[in-house]
Nanobody, 121 residues
Framework: QVQLVESGGGVVQAGGSLRLSCAAS????????MGWYRQTPGKQRELVAT???????SYADSVKGRFTISRDNAKNTVYLQMNSLKPEDTAVYYC???????????????WGQGTQVTVSS
C-alpha cells in the first residue's frame, strides 16, 4: 500500500513564506513525476508545480518566481517552498505522485490528503 502524507501548511501573512513537504511511503518500486496542486471551494483543482524523476520542473504562471519545487529521491519526498505569498494563494494544497508499487506492473497516480494554506492580507 502506498501513502502520501503532506505537512507544512498553516496561516501566514501576505508576503510571508511557507514550506510544504510530501513524503511517499509504502511498497514503492519507482516514482516518476511528483507535483503540487491546489484547490479552493467551488473551483477545479489546479496544477501548481511538478518535478520529474529526471529533474525537470514546471510551474503555473501564477507562482513562477515565488514558488520552488524540489525533491529528495532518497526520501521519496517532494517540497514546495512558497515565498512572497499572496491572499490568492489561499487553498488546500495536494501532493500527487506517479508511482509504480511492487504489487502491480504499471504506474498510477496517488494523492495526498491535502494541507490548508491560508494567507491573510
Amino acid at each position: 500500500q502506498v501513502q502520501l502524507v503532506e505537512s507544512g501548511g498553516g496561516v501566514v501573512q501576505a508576503g510571508g513564506s511557507l514550506r510544504l513537504s510530501c513524503a511517499a511511503s509504502g511498497s514503492i518500486r519507482n516514482i516518476e513525476t511528483m507535483g503540487w496542486y491546489r484547490q479552493t471551494p467551488g473551483k477545479q483543482r489546479e496544477l501548481v508545480a511538478t518535478h520529474t524523476s529526471g529533474g525537470s520542473t514546471s510551474y503555473a504562471d501564477s507562482v513562477k518566481g515565488r514558488f520552488t519545487i524540489s525533491r529528495d529521491n532518497a526520501k521519496n519526498t517532494v517540497y514546495l517552498q512558497m515565498n512572497s505569498l499572496k491572499p490568492e494563494d489561499t487553498a488546500v494544497y495536494y501532493c500527487k505522485a506517479y508511482i509504480r508499487p511492487y504489487s502491480i506492473t504499471s504506474f498510477r497516480d496517488y494523492w495526498g490528503q491535502g494541507t490548508q494554506v491560508t494567507v491573510s492580507s
